[in-house]
């Protein structure tokens, strides 16, 4: 079955670094994948979309990236800022049958300190 | 504004009830999803919907019930059958139900803290 993995560990990262994330899914290459953010007790707010013959997709400080060959989707934040600090979940398009669904990764929870 | 609302946001049960949560969307979306996300798991999908008065199950529906009277609402029902029901549920919309080829982001609401003792 369709797996995603994301590093389980919070990841501590100073203001102003670029911040790092891993997506890394098993069996076959989804469609597209989806970048969220989820604030403790709120629902997940979209991010950013990158289809699977995009390398590359960038919306202000966020850029995301797509290797197939390598199963992995990063997701990068410049310049970071103490309210980036957040848990970053990303979704995959599975098929299932006739209708397709987005399956979740655990997330990340990144914290930017001052 | 337009958006989700969930309602409410704490609701504490005692084992063998059935509880509802509500959920509704003007956002004029026509699908609409239920998820139960409990700590160190990615979200989980319970019921979707499409259309009005059509729902499909999805990878964890046993034990919850839904509806789809209106367009705009999309009530949960987590049942006596349901054996851990104590999580955080998110309901979700999209323009359509998703499906290869186009992808549509998903609006969620603030979620319902459901607590069963």
């Known amino acids: 079955s369709q797996k995603i993995e994301q590093n389980s560990e919070a990841l501590n990262i100073q203001e102003g670094k670029t911040a790092t994330l891993t997506c890394n899914y098993t069996n076959y290459s989804p469609a597209y994948l989806q970048w969220y953010r989820q604030d403790p007790g709120r629902g997940p707010v979209f991010l950013l979309l990158i289809r699977e013959n995009e390398k590359e997709k960038r919306k202000e400080r966020l850029k995301v990236t797509f290797d197939t060959t390598l199963k992995q989707s990063l997701f990068h934040i410049t310049a970071s800022q103490p309210a980036d600090s957040a848990t970053y979940l990303c979704a995959l398009l599975r098929g299932l049958d006739s209708n397709y669904q987005l399956i979740w990764g655990a997330g990340t929870k990144l914290i930017i300190k001052p | ?117």
């Open chain 2, 1 to 117: 504004d337009g958006g989700i609302t969930q309602s409410p946001k704490y609701l504490f049960r005692k084992e063998g009830q059935n509880v509802t949560l509500s959920c509704e969307q003007n956002l004029n979306h026509d699908a609409m999803y239920w998820y139960r996300q409990d700590p160190g798991q990615g979200l989980r999908l319970i019921y979707y919907s499409q259309i009005v008065n059509d729902f499909q199950k999805g990878d964890i529906a046993e034990g919850y019930s839904v509806s789809r009277e209106k367009k705009e609402s999309f009530p949960l029902t987590v049942t006596s059958a349901q054996k851990n029901p104590t999580a955080f549920y998110l309901c979700a919309s999209s323009i359509a139900l998703l499906y290869a080829g186009l992808a549509y982001e998903q609006y969620f609401g603030p979620g319902t803290r459901l607590t069963v003792t």
